[in-house]
C-alpha cells in the first residue's frame, strides 16, 4: 500500500482488491493459522476501507470458497504425526475435515482453478 497509495491519490480514485478466503468465517479445526492469517487481512482492509475514506478509492476483499490449490494439501496433511497424535480421538477430525473438502471439490469441479483442473 505503501507504493500504491500515492498512485491513488494522484489519480484521485481507484479500487484495491485482496484475496483472501472463507476460512475466516468458517475456522477450520487443524487449520487454526490459515485462519487467523485471514482475519488479519479482513482487518486490515477494514482499516484501509476507513483510511481511505479521504481518497475515492474503495478497499475489498474477496473470499473465495475452497479451491484445488497446492497449499491445501500442506495445510490438512500434517507432518508431525507426533504431535497429532497427542489429540486422541479428535485427531481424526482432520482427516474427516481433509475427506470431506476433498469430496466438495470432487463434486464441483467447476470451482477448481484451470491449472488443477485434471487434479
Not at 28 to 51: D, H, M, N, Q
Amino acid at each position: 500500500m505503501r507504493a500504491d497509495l500515492p498512485h491513488l491519490r494522484a489519480h484521485g480514485r481507484g479500487t484495491v482488491l485482496y484475496t483472501s478466503s472463507l476460512i475466516d468465517w468458517i475456522p477450520t479445526p487443524f487449520c487454526g493459522t490459515c485462519s487467523a492469517s485471514k482475519w488479519a487481512l479482513e482487518a486490515i482492509v477494514e482499516c484501509y476501507r476507513t483510511e481511505f475514506s479521504g481518497v475515492d478509492s474503495a478497499s475489498c476483499i474477496i473470499e473465495p470458497g475452497a479451491m484445488a490449490i497446492s497449499v491445501f494439501d500442506g495445510m490438512v496433511t500434517p507432518s508431525d504425526t507426533a504431535r497429532e497424535a497427542g489429540f486422541g480421538d479428535f485427531a481424526g477430525v482432520r482427516a474427516m475435515v481433509s475427506a470431506g473438502t476433498a469430496e466438495m471439490l470432487n463434486a464441483t469441479p467447476q470451482q477448481r482453478l484451470p491449472d488443477h483442473a485434471g487434479a
